[in-house]
């Protein structure tokens, strides 16, 4: 499984379109999330990516209001947690990652890799 990370302008759609680039290329996805903030849209997409490597991050880079596709390191991860807030449709990081905010649910769960490189746990 990969993590993939695609950040791009916040537009009706966009999470859909890349969830059919996706399916269009016979890839399965296991979980994904999705958060806006500022005009953007970040979509974390947990996948079984098989050998499409960067070319799948170019067929995502050419999809209309992306604006980057990158995987995700796995030196730490992360479990989301129900939001106390928002109620139980979203979620909030906790460990590393405490920056990301809100996120809706689309799934269970997902395991989450920060693209932190510190070296720290």
């Not at 909030?92 to 746990?121: F, M, P, Q, V």
């Amino acid at each position: 499984m990969e993590l993939i990370k695609i950040v791009g302008n916040d537009s009706q759609g966009l999470f859909q379109r890349v969830l059919v680039e996706l399916g269009r290329r016979k890839i399965d996805v296991e979980k994904s999330f999705m958060a806006r903030s500022e005009g953007l849209i970040t979509i974390i997409v947990e996948a079984n990516t098989g050998n499409m490597n960067g070319r799948l991050l170019h067929a995502l880079m050419a999809l209309q209001d992306v604006k980057t596709a990158e995987y995700l390191s796995e030196e730490h991860f992360c479990v989301w947690e129900s939001s106390p807030v928002k109620g139980s449709e979203f979620i909030i990081a906790c460990g590393s990652d405490k920056g990301a905010g809100e996120i809706r649910r689309a799934a269970e769960h997902c395991l989450y890799r920060s693209t932190n490189n510190t070296g720290k746990d």
